[in-house]
């Protein structure tokens, strides 16, 4: 009865010990990899322009937009978020770096997704384009 509970228990061990290590093919899961924001600037391939309305314009605002990006395998940017910048200048820039495009990162050879940040500043009256 012993050898049969313990039989049992390293088998129940065992698969445990399995299945973490199963799913672990030593590259990390999406989005876990963080990249400075210098380093995604120098990955990145083309820059939107910024479609602004027109009281930012008149105000002369100049300002930081900063966002929170997913760049995706194929250079793609997804999950983009606002982190901080002034209200009126949130959604024009959010848009614009939706449309950005950046070489895909390279991790051992294979594209990964990877997390990092983009810092907009701009002159509303000279960085924005208008309808």
Excluded: W
């Excluded at 228990?9 to 400075?36: D, H, R, W």
């Excluded at 322009?49 to 105000?59: F, G, K, L, N």
């Excluded at 930081?64 to 820039?93: Q, W, Y």
């Amino acid at each position: 009865m012993k050898a049969a509970c313990l039989v049992l228990l390293s088998a129940i061990l065992v698969s445990g010990l399995f299945a973490q290590t199963k799913g672990n093919s030593g590259t990390p899961p999406p989005y876990e990899i963080q990249i400075s924001a210098q380093v995604a600037e120098k990955l990145l391939i083309h820059k939107a322009e910024i479609i602004c309305p027109r009281i930012p314009m008149a105000a002369r605002v100049t300002a930081t937009v900063v966002l929170a990006i997913v760049i995706d395998k194929n250079g793609d940017v997804i999950h983009p978020r606002v982190l901080s910048g002034p209200a009126m200048l949130r959604k024009p820039v959010l848009d614009a770096v939706r449309k950005y495009k950046y070489k895909p990162y390279l991790l051992n050879g294979k594209a990964v997704e990877v997390k990092t940040t983009v810092s907009v500043t701009m002159d509303s009256y000279l960085d924005c384009h208008y309808d």
